[in-house]
T-cell receptor, first 115, second 114 residues
Framework: GESVGLHLPTLSVQEGDNSIINCAYS??????FIWYKQESGKGPQFIIDIRSNMDKRQGQRVTVLLNKTVKHLSLQIAATQPGDSAVYFC??????????????FGQGTILTVHP | GAGVSQTPSNKVTEKGKYVELRCDPI?????LYWYRQSLGQGPEFLIYFQGTGAADDSGLPNDRFFAVRPEGSVSTLKIQRTERGDSAVYLC????????????FGPGTRLLVL
């Protein structure tokens, strides 16, 4: 996706609420998608992944939904906690061609959880 | 087990100087990746290695940037004649093999070129 520099989308929620973070990806040939969480001063941390032959995958407190028709990913976080506050990125990997093996990151979303 | 480590964590240098950034991947991971992240943006691909060889270096911005992985483990990203625009966080990641695999990131090296 296109970056907008410092003006990242933001989402503010109350502790205990559910959060939904959305991402549009660019390459219809992408076969693998990953959500990363990045806290200030740290590297991206793996949250959950999904392959293109699936439309939903669940982890602990997190669910990823994939809609290939409109090239859209979402990350749902249940019972959001203050420790979930971070920037969230979606990323895609293609199965071949010039996109093989390398992550292309979408626009990040800043999640702020208020106690 | 140990994750990806990167040194130094911070590097301040002057314009025109040469810098080396080091990455130690997860043990046993054959694929190693370098990314660059500017403030407020997602990481952007630079180069990746399969074993000792650079499988794709299409993201390196120009010939001032070079990376090596001589023994198939530790990698060094080298930047010659640094410019202020090179200031960013340089991230390293590794995966068991290349392709449709999760990449695990290190903490990054924050490079500031004065």
């Amino acid at each position: 996706g296109e970056s907008v520099g410092l003006h990242l989308p933001t989402l503010s929620v109350q502790e205990g609420d559910n959060s939904i973070i959305n991402c549009a990806y660019s390459n219809s040939a992408s076969d693998y998608f990953i959500w990363y969480k990045q806290e200030s001063g740290k590297g991206p941390q793996f949250i959950i992944d999904i392959r293109s032959n699936m439309d939903k995958r669940q982890g602990q407190r997190v669910t990823v939904l994939l809609n290939k028709t409109v090239k859209h990913l979402s990350l749902q976080i249940a019972a959001t906690q203050p420790g979930d506050s971070a920037v969230y990125f979606c990323a895609e990997i293609g199965a071949g061609g010039t996109s093989y093996g390398k992550l292309t990151f979408g626009q990040g979303t800043i999640l702020t959880v208020h106690p | 087990g140990a994750g990806v480590s990167q040194t130094p964590s911070n590097k301040v240098t002057e314009k025109g100087k040469y810098v080396e950034l080091r990455c130690d991947p997860i043990s046993g991971h054959t694929a190693l990746y370098w990314y660059r992240q500017s403030l407020g943006q997602g990481p952007e691909f630079l180069i990746y290695f399969q074993g000792t060889g650079a499988a794709d270096d299409s993201g390196l911005p120009n010939d001032r940037f070079f990376a090596v992985r001589p023994e198939g483990s530790v990698s060094t990203l080298k930047i010659q004649r640094t410019e202020r625009g090179d200031s960013a966080v340089y991230l390293c990641a590794s995966s068991p093999t290349p392709g449709l695999q999760t990449q695990y990131f290190g903490p990054g090296t924050r490079l500031l070129v004065l």
